[in-house]
């Protein structure tokens, strides 16, 4: 799992040398920031189901032939399989700010997505809808402090950003 | 390899589960004790070469037999060998101090060393005993707990802020336990 630690100690041991003062700045500045990642860790966990269902129903609200026949969402059990990865999205987002880095998003969420949703023939963009709508819904200081938000954000673009 | 975070992050995983709640305290800590932690890093690198040939002179002293011909660490190419184990061992214990995980010295370390040590026929027994002398050399310089009765001519104390680092020591340790009880 790649994150600043596990970067570093790769690093150094391709090396063969003990864990150098620039690599416990690293770590340092890795540190620096953590309490601002865990609490949005903290506040996106305690809300994540809320999170999921708001962030479900706006994209279903903009995209409303979804649930047309024939289309992605025709069936409740398909709906449920919406709220489900979007539920998966934001619970990977939570892991990467609890780890301060992508490394769980890329290893379980982006990678090999594209394909999967090309087989399946589900549309991105109703994805991508949920997750602004999260992105632009969330504010500070009513749901976590402004640091906090921005790293929550920062994540939300970069899963935004990825199935663009 | 994993860190304390995304050990946390691969066992909520298996559950897919967030993590929130009382698994955050744990982190909360690393977090606070950061540069503790740190600090302890850096006195275990900073008198790395002490800690390990002091550990391999011990080790020799308590078993001479071992620089007699015939020995493990005789001629000189065989204790410059066990020189470098130990210094390779002492390095991976560093990388899971700095990560607060022991899956880097599992995985790339301890895997396999005690099969290694019996193809090659090194003693193992000589081996755990070099690690803890290690073990009370690292922890002393951590804890500050090291005098210049137990230190000799090498005594030295490190220049850190005075607390308590108890978590720590504990926590370095068991990494060198976990060494001994992978070769013996």
């Not at chain 2, 080790?59 to 007699?68: D, H, K, V």
Request: hydrophobic share 40%.
């Amino acid at each position: 799992m790649k994150s600043v630690v596990t970067t570093v100690v790769t690093a150094a041991d391709a090396a063969g040398r003990f864990p150098s003062q620039n690599d416990l700045e690293a770590v340092q500045g890795n540190i620096q920031r953590a309490a601002a990642r865990l609490e949005a860790a903290e506040k996106l966990a305690a809300g994540l189901d809320n999170v999921t269902r708001e962030a479900g129903d706006a994209c279903f609200n903009k995209y409303a032939y979804l649930k047309q026949p024939g289309e992605a969402g025709d069936s409740q059990v398909k709906i449920d399989k919406c709220y489900r990865d979007l539920g998966h999205y934001l619970r990977l987002i939570n892991y990467c700010l609890i780890v301060g880095g992508t490394g769980p998003l890329d290893e379980w969420g982006i990678a090999g997505a594209r394909e999967v949703y090309r087989t399946l023939g589900l549309p991105t963009n109703a994805y991508i809808e949920a997750l602004t709508y999260t992105r632009d819904r969330a504010c500070a200081p009513r749901d976590m402090s402004a640091q906090a938000l921005n790293e929550f954000k920062s994540y939300l673009d970069y899963t935004i950003n990825a199935l663009s | 390899m994993l860190d304390a975070f995304s050990r946390t992050v691969v066992s909520a995983d298996a559950k897919t589960a967030p993590v929130g709640g009382s698994e955050l305290a744990s982190l909360r800590s690393y977090v606070q004790d950061g540069n503790k932690r740190l600090d302890a890093v850096n006195a275990i690198t900073s008198n790395a070469y002490c800690i390990v040939s002091d550990a391999v002179t011990g080790m020799i002293c308590e078993n001479t037999g071992l620089i007699q011909a015939g020995g493990n660490c005789y001629p000189t190419r065989r204790m410059a060998a066990c020189l470098r184990d130990g210094e390779i061992v002492l390095r991976y214990i560093s990388y899971a101090l700095l990560a607060g995980d022991a899956s880097v010295l599992d995985d790339r370390c301890l895997n396999g060393l005690k099969e290694t040590y019996i193809a090659l026929g090194v003693p193992t027994q000589s081996a755990a005993r070099a690690v803890a002398i290690m073990k009370s050399a690292a922890t002393a310089l951590i804890g500050q707990t090291n005098s210049p009765a137990s230190g000799g001519a090498k005594y030295r104390k490190m220049e850190t802020t005075q607390g308590d680092c108890s978590a720590l020591v504990s926590e370095a340790g068991s990494y060198f336990d976990r060494v001994i009880g992978a070769i013996s």
